[in-house]
């Protein structure tokens, strides 16, 4: 697929206002609102444009696989710090940057947006635009980039972005405390405050798991002063993969109540927000800041709760989304976000509906 086959199919598209349905491998086809109009296979425009190793930058096509980018990566020992989910293993980068995601190691690393240098894109006139660039430090116009990441297509139809890259951590270690919820969110607090290799965390089923990355004599100073139970590498690896992926316990047995009408939710919460008392399984990630909860609550109920709190709720999988994935938008919010799509798909023939009904 060349870049000239995207453009003229945006541009009939556009010319006979046809929506287009934007797809890589569809691992991410269950989130967000289900999306109209013609498929645009993106799984033929592949390739890694470039990799500076040195300088820990690379760009990739959008239809590039996750696994692939991964794989290139592993021969100069580094990774994608935001550790991105590729559900089933699959996915591609530009559904990666569209959905927005990141992994179990956001709360120390940051997410996909803060590694996202640079994108080109067709916009709603099938015109070619380049954003950000391939340098740690870009200040040249917009940061329209970043306003990409999250967008689930709406805007344009992403061709290559440029991301920074990591070392592999020098030492890893996983510990385990066995605490209540409202234990372990205290805990987590007071680490966070002080300087500890803290990489990633998660809590579920009474069971605090720690992950520390860092120089060797790092990790094992930490461990010394935080304590807890040592989980094995192998063990441990494959815990953490399985909560990146969405394929561990926890996930599966969501999955299984979303079959029964329950729904999954994801919530963003300050890290100093208390246990919240909902009916259900959580999950907890990012040091309190990432809330995983399955339950048959209503929807309004929920995120009334949720905001209380001083957070919000994304609708991640259910059956029933009639009550909206993400969180409604305010008017002024929605008057912004209406212009932005009128700017980039004049013709709204990018994902409509995909992040909110009218979008």
């Known amino acids: 697929m060349q870049l000239s086959d995207l453009r003229e199919r945006v541009r009939a598209a556009a010319a006979s206002q046809t929506p287009l349905q934007v797809r890589g491998q569809g691992s991410k086809a269950f989130y967000g609102q289900q999306a109209g109009g013609e498929l645009l296979d993106m799984r033929g425009f592949t390739g890694i444009s470039s990799y500076e190793p040195s300088e820990l930058v690379v760009s990739v096509k959008a239809g590039t696989p996750i696994a692939e980018l991964e794989a290139l990566l592993a021969t100069q020992n580094q990774h994608l710090g935001f550790e991105p989910p590729r559900f089933g293993g699959g996915g591609t980068v530009g559904g990666m940057v569209a959905a927005g995601l990141s992994g179990p190691a956001r709360v120390s690393m940051g997410s996909l947006r803060d590694h996202l240098l640079g994108v080109a894109m067709l916009n709603g006139r099938a015109e070619a635009l380049n954003f950000g660039g391939t ?5 040249a116009g917009y940061d329209v980039s970043r306003v990409l990441a999250g967008s689930m297509g709406v805007l344009g139809l992403i061709l290559e972005v440029s991301l920074k890259v990591l070392p592999r951590p020098v030492a890893m270690a996983t510990l385990r405390f066995d605490l209540r919820q409202d234990l ?26 720690l992950r520390l990355a860092g120089a060797e004599a790092a990790v094992r100073a930490a461990h010394a002063q935080l304590g807890g139970e040592v989980i094995p590498e192998a063990m441990a690896a494959a815990f953490w993969q399985g909560l990146r992926d969405h394929s561990d316990e926890f996930f599966q047995g969501a999955e299984r109540a979303v079959q029964g009408g329950a729904k999954l939710w994801r919530l963003s919460l300050p890290s100093t927000a208390p246990e919240l008392k909902l009916p259900g399984e959580q999950l907890i990630e990012w040091g309190g800041a990432q809330r995983w909860v399955t339950t048959p ?59 909110y009904p009218d979008l």
């Not at 340098?135 to 200040?139: E, F, G, P, Q």
């Not at 002080?194 to 579920?204: E, T």
């Not at 957070?311 to 209406?338: M, N």
């Not at 799509?341 to 013709?347: A, N, R």
């Open 135 to 139: 340098v740690m430090k870009n200040v």
């Open 297 to 355: 609550l209503p929807a309004a109920q929920l995120r009334e709760a949720v905001a209380a709190a001083g957070g919000h709720a994304t609708l991640f999988r259910s059956l029933d989304k009639s009550a909206g994935v993400f969180t409604p938008l305010s008017a002024p919010l929605l008057r912004i976000h209406r212009e932005l799509k009128k700017s980039f798909d004049p013709q709204g023939i990018f994902n409509p509906g995909r992040l």
């Open 184 to 209: 372990a969110l205290q805990q987590l607090n007071r680490w966070g405050g002080l300087p500890l290799p803290i990489h990633a965390s998660a809590w579920w089923d009474g069971a605090l798991v």
